[in-house]
């Protein structure tokens, strides 16, 4: 993961991808304008901000039973918020998309990324970013118990970054940059902290 993240930090840096990204997103330009699916892409992206997100790893943190998938949660979310938003400020440097949003107009403007660090970085995207550490977390906590069942988590993130793309805040590189991100930020925590994160089912 580390390394094929390297590789796509790279790709975007030297703008290899750019003709496959600007041609994805004017795609998605132009198929914008059906009220249920460009609102449900807008519920979809304002679920990935900072707040909701925090404010759902909480209430797991405040929680007996779900205490240390809480503290995993929160600790990921901020340390890929902080880091995702250097990366996207102050290394990659890539601006977001100039293109105009032609859909139904929505209740709200658009959640834009919380760069932290006050830049307008598009590489990786923090959205996804945080979708893809709930997801994981969760999956990695549930897997016992739903060995199936918990592959079906990952339809958060996918959705978050289709919604990213399809408002035209990110490239489709910087989505996919946002997953893998998101997945070694979870990953090394997990790992590093020696946190179970089966739920203890003796506590209420």
Not at 64 to 69: G, Y
């Amino acid at each position: 993961m580390v390394i094929a993240f390297l590789i796509i930090t790279y790709l975007v840096h030297a703008q290899i991808t750019e003709q496959f990204d600007e041609s994805l997103i004017l795609y998605f330009q132009s198929i914008s304008g059906n009220t249920s699916l460009d609102i449900s892409m807008w519920v979809f992206t304002e679920i990935g901000g900072i707040i909701p997100i925090m404010l759902f790893c909480f209430v797991m943190f405040v929680r007996r039973k779900t205490r240390r998938m809480g503290l995993i949660m929160l600790l990921a979310v901020l340390v890929g918020t902080v880091a995702s938003g250097y990366l996207k400020d102050y290394v990659v440097e890539r601006p977001r998309p100039d293109l105009e949003y032609i859909g139904t107009e929505l209740p709200l403007e658009i959640e834009s990324d919380t760069t932290v660090l006050g830049g307008k970085g598009s590489f990786p995207s923090g959205h996804v970013t945080r979708a893809t550490v709930i997801a994981f977390v969760l999956g990695y906590a549930l897997s016992e118990r739903f060995p199936r069942g918990w592959v079906l988590l990952w339809i958060f993130p996918a959705c978050m970054a289709l919604s990213r793309i399809y408002l035209l805040q990110h490239f489709p590189m910087d989505v996919i940059g946002g997953v893998l991100f998101g997945v070694i930020i979870a990953d090394i925590l997990t790992s590093k902290l020696k946190i179970p994160l089966s739920v203890d089912k003796s506590k209420t």
